[in-house]
């Protein structure tokens, strides 16, 4: 009976001494191993086997991508407080024995890992902002970006870490400079407004111009055609006037009868219209026979004028 209790605990010694050298290591994670504190080997994702007791794992490193996020001050070439808000990604360069103890061994802790590269960083890009004034800092990020990663990479590369990407995601200023620069902004704005109202000003005012311009040349256009039709109106008038008057005449003088008869219808024809179309106006006319006379001759002289031309 003893001996089964004996050998039973055996067994379960054994079986514990094998659990005990079975590590898991999760995706994403590589285990370091020592042995009496000295580095050993390197464990990859997966179940591995220890020497129980022995070794240990004395430190789980993660090869997957980390971020922190910055926040610190730095004071350009002339004086100006700047405020920097930046995310910072970062990871192990790879899964090669040689890095890895680079990153298990360089620093105590990951605190002491975050802080010198927030510190590293933050120098960087002080010495960087010192060297440019106030009003070029917003056009530079990339430029910070670009003067970070080239100071830096190598640094990394020491502690066994790649830098994959540093983002600025805020600048400020102090308040008064804030306020100064919206001023600074409100006022081109102005300007730009005030630029843009007297270029539109000025195109109104030129079309309108041309406009006017147009009209009145239209206007011009047509009082000149006007006037040239009324031209040609009043001499076929006058032409188809002189025929009438010609004809009349010359049956007159076939029916043996004196011509003055029409030269004295178009004088109380005259007459008439006078006073029909007068509207109210006094006309002054001589009704003697002597202006009656005059008035004759003058119809003839223009009638053989008419004829002659």
Do not use: C
Not at 22 to 47: A, C, D, E, S, W
Not at 90 to 113: C, G, P, W
């Amino acid at each position: 009976m003893a001996d089964l209790i004996f050998s039973n605990l055996w067994i379960i010694i054994v079986l514990a001494v094998i659990f005990a050298g079975l590590k898991t290591i999760n995706q994403g994670t590589v285990g370091v191993v020592t042995m009496f504190g000295k580095y050993r080997r390197v464990l990859h994702p997966g179940l591995n086997i220890i020497i129980p007791f022995i070794e240990q794992i004395s430190r789980k490193v993660s090869i997957q991508n980390r971020s922190i996020e910055l926040e610190f001050q730095a004071v350009t070439a002339d004086q100006a407080n700047v405020y920097f808000k930046n995310m910072l990604l970062y990871a192990v360069q790879n899964e090669n024995e040689e890095t890895i103890k680079k990153v298990a061994f360089k620093f105590i802790s990951e605190r002491d890992l975050m802080q010198a590269l927030s510190r590293t960083i933050e120098g960087t890009i002080r010495s960087f902002v010192a060297t440019k004034r106030q009003a070029e800092i917003l056009a530079l990020r990339k430029e910070i970006v670009d003067y970070v990663k080239d100071q830096i990479d190598q640094l990394l590369e020491e502690w066994g870490y790649h830098l994959l990407d540093l983002q600025i995601n805020d600048i400020t200023f102090d308040q008064v400079i804030m306020d100064s620069m919206s001023r600074v902004v409100a006022s081109h704005n102005l300007k730009a407004a005030a630029e843009n109202e007297g270029q539109a000003l000025l195109i109104t005012k030129t079309k309108s111009a041309e406009a006017e311009g147009n009209a009145i040349k239209i206007a011009a256009e047509a009082e000149r055609e006007a006037a040239r039709l009324r031209g040609q109106g009043v001499a076929l008038f006058r032409e188809e006037v002189a025929k009438g008057m010609s004809e009349a005449a010359d049956r007159m003088r076939q029916a043996n009868l004196d011509t003055n008869v029409i030269l004295f219808s178009m004088w109380t024809e005259a007459v008439k219209n006078f006073a029909e179309y007068g509207k109210g106006n006094v006309i002054f006319l001589d009704g003697s026979a002597d202006g009656m006379e005059k008035t004759m001759k003058q119809i003839q002289a223009l009638m053989v004028k008419q004829a002659g031309a």
